[in-house]
T-cell receptor, first 116, second 112 residues
Framework: EPEVTQTPSHQVTQMGQEVILRCVPI?????FYWYRQILGQKVEFLVS????????KSEIFDDQFSVERPDGSNFTLKIRSTKLEDSAMYFC??????????????FGPGTRLLVL | GENVEQHPSTLSVQEGDSAVIKCTYS??????FPWYKQELGKRPQLIID?????GEKKDQRIAVTLNKTAKHFSLHITETQPEDSAVYFC???????????FGKGNQVVVIP
């Protein structure tokens, strides 16, 4: 069964550094998402992406964040200048399409980001 | 914005008993309600979902019920087994919007 994959599984970085988190969505899916989960807290929506553009973003997704689909398979989340509070598990998800009701979102295994 | 609350935060059950987790949501426009199971160190896995045009859905030992009037939906696990031990997240989405709002999660512990 196809799955969403993410790399790296863990990332440690210094405050102020740029990080890029990578995701490979399921191949026939058209909608892509990033969520984050700070330790012990709920999963929070960051951004959704469709047809090579952001379709929605949350208040968390400020100018320090950007997303890109650089080729036909990868979907990346970039944090330009990391802050301590960016430490979290970052989940990528994808769904097949947007029909009359929301389609099922399949999650990747996550990247645990630690900002020191 | 949408707000999703889960109760209880932790639930311990004896193996073979039933477990029920309840979620409430605030936005009456929500029309899709998935439940995810997350085992330690693993990805959230969709276990069941329900759309607003039905009131109940069942898949073997798992069922979900939806009360649109009261704006709550519940996960029911019958004949619990140790492998059911995990964190369970409920979520709700908005009509015409793929964004999912998650609850904080319930830690379910099945005691052998």
């Amino acid at each position: 069964e196809p799955e969403v994959t993410q790399t790296p599984s863990h990332q440690v970085t210094q405050m102020g550094q740029e990080v890029i988190l990578r995701c490979v969505p399921i191949s026939n899916h058209l909608y892509f998402y990033w969520y984050r989960q700070i330790l012990g807290q709920k999963v929070e929506f960051l951004v959704s992406f469709y047809n090579n553009e952001i379709s929605e973003k949350s208040e968390i997704f400020d100018d320090q964040f950007s997303v890109e689909r650089p080729d036909g398979s990868n979907f990346t989340l970039k944090i330009r200048s990391t802050k301590l509070e960016d430490s979290a598990m970052y989940f990528c998800a994808s769904s097949e399409n947007l029909g009359p009701a929301t389609e099922t979102q399949y999650f990747g295994p996550g990247t645990r980001l630690l900002v020191l | 914005g949408e707000n999703v609350e889960q109760h209880p935060s932790t639930l311990s059950v004896q193996e073979g008993d039933s477990a029920v987790i309840k979620c409430t949501y605030s936005d009456s426009a929500s029309n899709y309600f998935p439940w995810y199971k997350q085992e330690l160190g693993k990805r959230p896995q969709l276990i069941i979902d329900i759309r607003s045009n039905v009131g109940e859905k069942k898949d073997q030992r798992i069922a979900v019920t939806l009360n649109k009037t009261a704006k709550h939906f519940s996960l029911h696990i019958t004949e619990t087994q140790p492998e059911d031990s995990a964190v369970y997240f409920c979520a709700a989405s908005i009509r015409g919007n793929n964004r999912l709002a998650f609850g904080k999660g319930n830690q379910v512990v099945v005691i052998p």
